[in-house]
């Protein structure tokens, strides 16, 4: 059993920073590639932002052409922790993140690719 719990979200203006925190229990983290997911009302689940299961300081990371150079995803392998620091924040950024575990190695750009989800933490960009 694989458990994973979102914090840190909120309100904050444009132009601001916010940092997502995603602990995750039950299974050796190390092991686990992540990613973050967003979404917005009425639309789908878009992907964020992934990073491999190799130590932060090694590990490959993926972003969606969308938060490029704004967003970055860590992991802090003796936390159980992985992090999304979200800078220059935009309105069109307000959705519901959500952290994802994908146990097996594969593809971390796609939602299918991960087993465990967390429940998700609002985000609201204000103008």
């Known amino acids: 059993q694989v458990q994973l719990v979102e914090s840190g979200g909120g309100l904050v203006q444009a132009g601001g920073s916010l940092r997502l925190s995603c602990a995750v229990s039950g299974r050796t983290f190390s092991r686990y590639g992540m990613g973050w997911f967003r979404q917005a009302p009425g639309k789908e689940r878009e992907f964020v932002a992934g990073i491999t299961r190799r130590g932060w300081s090694t590990s490959t990371t993926y972003y969606a052409d969308s938060v490029k150079g704004r967003f970055a995803i860590s992991r802090d392998n003796a936390k159980n922790t992985v992090y999304l620091q979200m800078n220059s924040l935009k309105p069109e950024d307000t959705a519901v993140y959500y952290c994802?575990?994908?146990?097996?190695?594969?593809?971390?750009?796609?939602?299918?690719?991960?087993?465990?989800w967390g429940q998700g933490t609002q985000v609201t960009v204000s103008s």
């Open positions: 994802a575990a994908s146990p097996a190695a594969q593809a971390l750009g796609v939602a299918r690719s991960y087993d465990y």
